[in-house]
């Protein structure tokens, strides 16, 4: 071999070398990687206790479903029903150790103080840009401007009832309020709870007083105003409004001790026929496919408007609608990037709204009708049918439209009334005195 021949040879083996270790180091940089991914852990706080049906059902097979997509994350889900949610929720904020996923209400009295105080971290309009949310489903989670939590149902209060029970006692589903007083007492003569109320949490019972104001009035701004002008004793609509809720607790509408039930006693009365009637909101559709009650009871569950008011203004169709629920990211969170991932993932519109409401979990707070099969529940096409035929909706609920003091005393205040600790009269007159202190 000459000189020249063993040069170019020595030359093209060094290169070679050279080439091969690269790679080499290159494939240990990539392998080293993907083994030593980090973990990340995503406190995960929830109002839906319940993991085996409903909305509960349809969160927890999202978060597996990423978890078993991304190996790496971890969530840890903590789960609670509403009252003692929004206790935790408060030690949570006071010790600003806010989880890195939350449950939040988007209502001015709960959300409103947490994006004003930097809680909830933003979320960009281009992130959902194609996700179905409509304007005003975002409106209760914005300030500012900003978006801060995106909503995950589409709420309505309807009248669920069992059309077994009616028809064994011959009773006709009320239309009229005069007829919703009949029934209850047709029930009650037969040990039957007439409506089913979680009177404990306060909350129902300050909704359906104002049920009962638009169905008097047909106006569904008249007790936003008359608070905020601080004109609520001397109103005529509302006194009558507030006598007509107690006139339904003397007739017995309600079950006994039904101040002390909570929001699973109630559900479980009427998901055990024990209760004709269930006045509740569009997030219980899941009822009617819920593995946990009977066929019975699946067999018979409906739905219906609540029933309107001789003499009163207000149609069938002038309803109590509102986008209320829904999530938020942790502002401080340690892992914001990967919990914001998590969010956005859950609420893409072939997870949550599609699966959500072809399983019949929820009526989300996207777009849905694009998602019917033809195949849905009686329940579905009930509240799909009372909310596309809604001829006004309310927005936020009056009690939670102001502060979280108003919301806290009004709903006191409206348990006060039917507990009849205090007169129609004298109801109002606390409200219109709450109103001076919390309204500006």
Same mark, same amino acid.
């Given at each position: 071999?000459?000189?020249?021949?063993?040069?170019?040879?020595?030359?093209?083996?060094?290169?070679?070398?050279?080439?091969?270790?690269?790679?080499?180091?290159?494939?240990?940089?990539?392998?080293?990687?993907?083994?030593?991914?980090?973990?990340?852990?995503?406190?995960?706080?929830?109002?839906?206790?319940?993991?085996?049906?409903?909305?509960?059902?349809?969160?927890?097979?999202?978060?597996?479903?990423?978890?078993?997509?991304?190996?790496?994350?971890?969530?840890?889900?903590?789960?609670?029903?509403?009252?003692?949610?929004?206790?935790?929720?408060?030690?949570?904020?006071?010790?600003?150790?806010?989880?890195?996923?939350?449950?939040?209400?988007?209502?001015?009295?709960?959300?409103?103080?947490?994006?004003?105080?930097?809680?909830?971290?933003?979320?960009?309009?281009?992130?959902?840009?194609?996700?179905?949310?409509?304007?005003?489903?975002?409106?209760?989670?914005?300030?500012?401007?900003?978006?801060?939590?995106?909503?995950?149902?589409?709420?309505?209060?309807?009248?669920?009832?069992?059309?077994?029970?009616?028809?064994?006692?011959?009773?006709?589903?009320?239309?009229?309020?005069?007829?919703?007083?009949?029934?209850?007492?047709?029930?009650?003569?037969?040990?039957?709870?007439?409506?089913?109320?979680?009177?404990?949490?306060?909350?129902?019972?300050?909704?359906?007083?104002?049920?009962?104001?638009?169905?008097?009035?047909?106006?569904?701004?008249?007790?936003?105003?008359?608070?905020?002008?601080?004109?609520?004793?001397?109103? #005529?609509?509302? &006194?009558?409004?507030?006598?007509?809720?107690?006139?339904? /607790?003397?007739?017995?509408?309600? =079950? @006994? *001790? $039904?101040?002390?039930?909570?929001?699973?006693?109630?559900?479980?009365?009427?998901?055990?026929?024990?209760?004709?009637?269930?006045?509740?909101?569009?997030?219980?559709?899941?009822?009617?496919?819920?593995?946990?009650?009977?066929?019975?009871?699946?067999?018979?569950?409906?739905?219906?408007?609540?029933?309107?008011?001789?003499?009163?203004?207000?149609?069938?169709?002038?309803?109590?609608?509102?986008?209320?629920?829904?999530?938020?990211?942790?502002?401080?969170?340690?892992?914001?990037?990967?919990?914001?991932?998590?969010?956005?993932?859950?609420?893409?519109?072939?997870?949550?709204?599609?699966?959500?409401?072809?399983?019949?979990?929820?009526?989300?707070?996207?777009?849905?009708?694009?998602?019917?099969?033809?195949?849905?529940?009686?329940? #579905?096409?009930? &509240?799909?049918?009372?909310?596309?035929?809604?001829?006004? /909706?309310?927005?936020?609920?009056? =009690? @939670? *439209? $102001?502060?979280?003091?108003?919301?806290?005393?009004?709903?006191?205040?409206?348990?006060?009334?039917?507990?009849?600790?205090?007169?129609?009269?004298?109801?109002?007159?606390?409200?219109?005195?709450?109103?001076?202190?919390?309204?500006?």
């Amino acid at each position: 071999m000459s000189k020249r021949t063993l040069k170019v040879f020595i030359s093209v083996l060094l290169v070679t070398v050279m080439i091969v270790s690269l790679l080499a180091g290159f494939q240990g940089t990539f392998t080293a990687s993907a083994s030593t991914k980090k973990t990340v852990e995503i406190k995960f706080f929830s109002n839906l206790p319940d993991r085996t049906s409903n909305q509960g059902k349809l969160e927890q097979m999202l978060i597996d479903s990423y978890m078993k997509a991304n190996p790496n994350v971890k969530i840890k889900v903590e789960a609670l029903q509403d009252e003692p949610y929004k206790q935790k929720f408060k030690v949570y904020v006071a010790t600003n150790q806010m989880p890195d996923i939350f449950m939040v209400w988007g209502q001015p009295s709960f959300f409103l103080p947490v994006m004003k105080g930097g809680y909830a971290a933003e979320i960009k309009p281009e992130q959902i840009k194609n996700y179905g949310f409509k304007t005003s489903s975002l409106k209760d989670f914005m300030y500012n401007g900003k978006i801060y939590g995106l909503p995950r149902n589409t709420d309505f209060m309807v009248l669920y009832y069992n059309k077994g029970l009616f028809s064994k006692y011959n009773v006709k589903v009320p239309t009229t309020f005069s007829e919703l007083l009949d029934a209850a007492k047709v029930f009650r003569k037969n040990g039957i709870a007439p409506i089913a109320i979680n009177g404990k949490d306060k909350w129902i019972l300050a909704i359906l007083y104002q049920e009962l104001v638009v169905k008097e009035s047909g106006d569904q701004k008249l007790i936003y105003d008359a608070i905020s002008k601080k004109s609520v004793s001397k109103n #005529q609509i509302l &006194l009558k409004a507030a006598k007509d809720l107690v006139e339904l /607790v003397n007739v017995g509408g309600f =079950q @006994d *001790a $039904f101040v002390a039930a909570d929001y699973g006693a109630a559900n479980n009365l009427f998901a055990q026929e024990k209760a004709a009637m269930y006045y509740m909101g569009s997030w219980e559709v899941g009822m009617a496919a819920n593995p946990n009650f009977s066929d019975s009871f699946k067999k018979n569950v409906d739905a219906t408007y609540f029933p309107i008011i001789s003499g009163g203004k207000g149609k069938k169709t002038d309803i109590l609608a509102w986008h209320g629920g829904g999530y938020a990211v942790s502002a401080n969170s340690k892992v914001k990037n990967e919990a914001m991932k998590l969010l956005l993932y859950m609420m893409h519109p072939t997870r949550w709204a599609k699966i959500g409401w072809q399983q019949g979990l929820v009526v989300p707070g996207q777009n849905w009708e694009k998602f019917m099969t033809g195949k849905e529940t009686v329940l #579905q096409k009930k &509240l799909t049918q009372i909310f596309s035929s809604a001829t006004s /909706v309310s927005g936020t609920v009056w =009690q @939670d *439209a $102001f502060t979280p003091n108003f919301k806290t005393e009004a709903e006191t205040l409206c348990q006060m009334l039917v507990a009849k600790a205090i007169t129609p009269e004298k109801f109002l007159s606390k409200i219109e005195e709450l109103a001076k202190l919390e309204v500006k």
